[in-house]
């Protein structure tokens, strides 16, 4: 189990995100999310860290039947990042009052209202990012929170048919993808201990609990933990210098067709 401290973190990238944005054009476009602008951005982050705080208030047992919030947009574009701070200080005033440990309903594979706070900090990591790449910037991560990043979305990801559909078609004959993290410290496991093995199955996909019984992947890609993240979250290309990427590459071009989130 992480030791993160989630909430925390979302108020931290939250707040680095309303800086990214505050002095920028509104109407920049945000190559790594076709057709947003910035103000998109902003709009599409602080709706769902809303949405987000609306169940953990609810503790919602089953699926919602609606997605219905008061998101109280601003009147001008310029107006957004006060907004999503606001979005932000709501949320963190709900964890506070939330016990994270409580069962309740969520979409990925960790059935507790942690799963939201923890899916909360990576939309709005990576939305972050967004914004700088946008803006000609390089995106920095804590190395520790990024390699949490990638457990949480190797993790969710076979849950995730629903928004996901062509995850469907990550099906194989016992086939296999390593994902190694570079930049882990040898005396600190981290998350999944830096070291993620996929497995395909004809009837599914997903996380193998024991990657080290299974040395030698049919693909294997190793990069640092942010690298790892960028790659999974279509930010980065597996044909980038800084990933060593071996094996089977009809095998990864079938992964990365597939599994956008």
């Not at 089953?62 to 219905?68: K, L, M, N, V």
């Not at 990042?81 to 969520?106: I, Q, R």
Request: proline fraction near 7%.
């Amino acid at each position: 189990m992480t030791t993160i401290d989630h909430g925390a973190a979302v108020a931290a990238e939250t707040a680095r995100l309303v800086t990214t944005l505050r002095d920028a054009d509104p109407t920049t476009p945000v190559p790594s999310c076709p057709g947003w602008t910035l103000e998109d951005l902003a709009r599409h982050t602080g709706s769902v860290q809303r949405w987000f705080t609306v169940l953990l208030r609810q503790r919602v047992q089953q699926p919602p039947r609606s997605r219905e919030v008061d998101l109280r947009l601003p009147a001008r574009p310029e107006g957004y990042p006060a907004w999503l701070a606001e979005a932000s200080a709501e949320a963190g005033a709900t964890f506070a009052e939330t016990d994270l440990d409580a069962p309740m309903w969520a979409w990925g594979a960790d059935q507790h209202a942690r799963f939201w706070v923890r899916r909360m900090l990576f939309e709005t990591l990576v939305h972050r990012a967004d914004a700088e790449l946008a803006l000609g910037r390089t995106p920095r991560f804590d190395p520790e929170l990024a390699a949490d990043g990638v457990d949480e979305f190797l993790t969710n990801l076979p849950f995730a048919a629903i928004f996901a559909p062509k995850t469907a078609e990550l099906r194989g004959p016992d086939r296999t993808i390593r994902f190694t993290r570079t930049d882990a410290n040898a005396s600190d496991g981290g998350s999944g201990g830096g070291d993620w093995l996929i497995r395909l199955r004809p009837d599914g996909f997903g996380l193998d609990p024991d990657a080290a019984a299974d040395p030698i992947a049919d693909a294997t890609v190793r990069g640092s933990a942010a690298d790892l993240l960028l790659l999974l979250y279509g930010r980065l290309d597996r044909t980038c210098t800084r990933l060593d990427v071996r094996g089977d590459d009809e095998l990864l071009a079938h992964w990365f067709a597939n599994s956008a989130f």
